[in-house]
Nanobody, 126 residues
Framework: QLQLVESGGGLVQPGGSLRLSCAAS????????IGWFRQAPGKEREGVAC????????NYADSVKGRFAISRDSTRKSVYLQMNSLKPDDTAIYFC???????????????????WGQGTQVTVSS
């Protein structure tokens, strides 16, 4: 399995933006579906967004629709999560994960992914 590494987390003020990246040491992420998840202190891990490996079809959790955007770069070696209009409730550790090429469903579920990164902290605070 490829080792997934997240980057781009940090501290941002409410209303600000961050872009997270998920990569695998220069290897292509194709044909896997890539999902982004987050886990806030004391809460269960939540699926945020996914992008299918075969079609680049995307899905989002209702809590981030219209604010977050998931995409792949042209080299197919990175997947990004652009996060805009950030709120304090978005504070969490964000993880990327890889799953089967057709596995980007309307609900982003942990069980559809079998290779996980270590996570990157996102803190939204004034």
């Amino acid at each position: 399995q490829l080792q997934l590494v997240e980057s781009g987390g940090g501290l941002v003020q409410p209303g600000g933006s961050l872009r997270l990246s998920c990569a695998a040491s220069g290897f292509s992420l194709d044909p896997d579906t890539i999902g982004w998840f987050r886990q806030a202190p004391g809460k269960e891990r939540e699926g945020v967004a996914c992008i299918a490996g075969s079609t680049d079809r995307t899905n989002y959790a209702d809590s981030v629709k219209g604010r977050f955007a998931i995409s792949r770069d042209s080299t197919r070696k990175s997947v990004y999560l652009q996060m805009n209009s950030l709120k304090p409730d978005d504070t969490a550790i964000y993880f990327c994960a890889a799953g089967d090429p057709g596995g980007c469903f309307s609900r982003v579920r942990e069980r559809d992914y079998d290779n996980w990164g270590q996570g990157t902290q996102v803190t939204v605070s004034s």
